[in-house]
Nanobody, 128 residues
């Protein structure tokens, strides 16, 4: 079992940067693939980024590639999402998620249905 708590979301202007954090409970954080997803009003949840157990492998959605960076600190049981050059279309509730299957140790999952645990979300609003 793992519990996830996101933080860092707020109202920013287009072009600003923001870092989201996701703190995980439990002693086996380093054995979870971690992902970030987002859901804008009236839209389906979409994949943003994912990172493998060790942090050695990351994947990004095309819409955020080059602007967002996912990272993790296993000693702090925390995964981060650094968001630069924010755009109004980045406005959404951002969720972190965890998958503890060894099958994804090296190649982390990129689909929501592959994740077992979810946080409550944090709102990011980007004004134009």
């Amino acid at each position: 079992q793992v519990q996830l708590v996101e933080s860092g979301g707020r109202l920013v202007q287009a072009g600003d940067s923001l870092r989201l954090s996701c703190a995980a409970s439990g002693r086996t954080f380093s054995s979870y693939s971690m992902g970030w997803f987002r859901q804008a009003p009236g839209k389906e949840r979409e994949f943003v980024a994912t990172i493998s157990w060790s942090g050695g492998t990351t994947y990004y959605a095309d819409s955020v590639k080059g602007r967002f960076t996912i990272s993790r600190d296993n000693a702090k049981n925390t995964v981060y999402l650094q968001m630069n050059s924010l755009k109004p279309e980045d406005t959404a509730v951002y969720y972190c998620a965890a998958n503890g299957s060894p099958s994804y140790k090296i190649v982390p999952p990129r689909h929501g249905y592959e994740y077992n645990y979810w946080g409550q979300g944090t709102q990011v609003t980007v004004s134009s």
